[in-house]
T-cell receptor, first 118, second 114 residues
Framework: KQEVTQIPAALSVPEGENLVLNCSFTDSAIYNLQWFRQDPGKGLTSLLLIQSSQREQTSGRLNASLDKSSGRSTLYIAASQPGDSATYLCAVPPRGDAGGTSYGKLTFGQGTILTVHP | DAGITQSPRYKITETGRQVTLMCHQTWSHSYMFWYRQDLGHGLRLIYYSAAADITDKGEVPDGYVVSRSKTENFPLTLESATRSQTSVYFC?????????????FGPGTRLTVL
């Protein structure tokens, strides 16, 4: 069974800092990994999706990397802002299933609660 | 309005009552999902549907029933609510792309079972 762990569980930083959120998974036979953001009382919003053939994906100040062999992904946030304060979750699908029968059965990490102080 | 909506947003019910949570999406996505989010357990998949009239169990399906007669709707029913089903429920939808499509989440329904 796939297990996803996120470290740290919570992070508090001053505005302007660059920071790294970590995600590890036990079964490396995945075909993608996603990072989501969740604001308090809201649903999840997709930030980045990295396919297994990719090593990085970038969107604005966000950069996500994927190392399947070591079972790790990192989300790098550059020049953090108070508006970045949220919970960040990573998620992976079941091992190697590209046939569609298990599509979407994502396993989520517990999330990292990020607070950026002005 | 385009997107994915859930109703009600908040619900308080009593143990043993039947409760139905509604989910509606306007993108014509094939896939729809129901998750619950609890402290200490994170986000867990309850049921999912690959298309109208096709549903399958997720990680925690016991005590829940789903149906999908129309592509755009995916209601979740708690047939006899229990206190352990107090949670925040999220509906999500996604397209056909196995490698590139993400899931789009609704705003959630906060359910309290007394």
């Amino acid at each position: 069974k796939q297990e996803v762990t996120q470290i740290p569980a919570a992070l508090s930083v001053p505005e302007g800092e660059n920071l790294v959120l970590n995600c590890s998974f036990t079964d490396s036979a995945i075909y993608n990994l996603q990072w989501f953001r969740q604001d308090p009382g809201k649903g999840l919003t997709s930030l980045l999706l990295i396919q297994s053939s990719q090593r990085e994906q970038t969107s604005g100040r966000l950069n996500a990397s994927l190392d399947k062999s070591s079972g790790r992904s990192t989300l790098y946030i550059a020049a953090s802002q108070p508006g970045d304060s949220a919970t960040y979750l990573c998620a992976v699908p079941p091992r190697g299933d590209a046939g569609g029968t298990s599509y979407g059965k994502l396993t989520f990490g517990q999330g990292t609660i990020l607070t950026v102080h002005p | 309005d385009a997107g994915i909506t859930q109703s009600p947003r908040y619900k308080i019910t009593e143990t043993g009552r039947q409760v139905t949570l509604m989910c509606h999406q306007t993108w014509s996505h094939s896939y729809m999902f129901w998750y619950r989010q609890d402290l200490g357990h994170g986000l867990r998949l309850i049921y999912y549907s690959a298309a109208a009239d096709i549903t399958d169990k997720g990680e925690v399906p016991d005590g829940y029933v789903v149906s999908r007669s129309k592509t755009e709707n995916f209601p979740l029913t708690l047939e006899s609510a229990t206190r352990s089903q107090t949670s925040v429920y999220f509906c999500a939808s996604g397209g056909q792309g196995l490698f590139t499509d993400t899931q789009y989440f609704g705003p959630g329904t906060r359910l309290t079972v007394l």
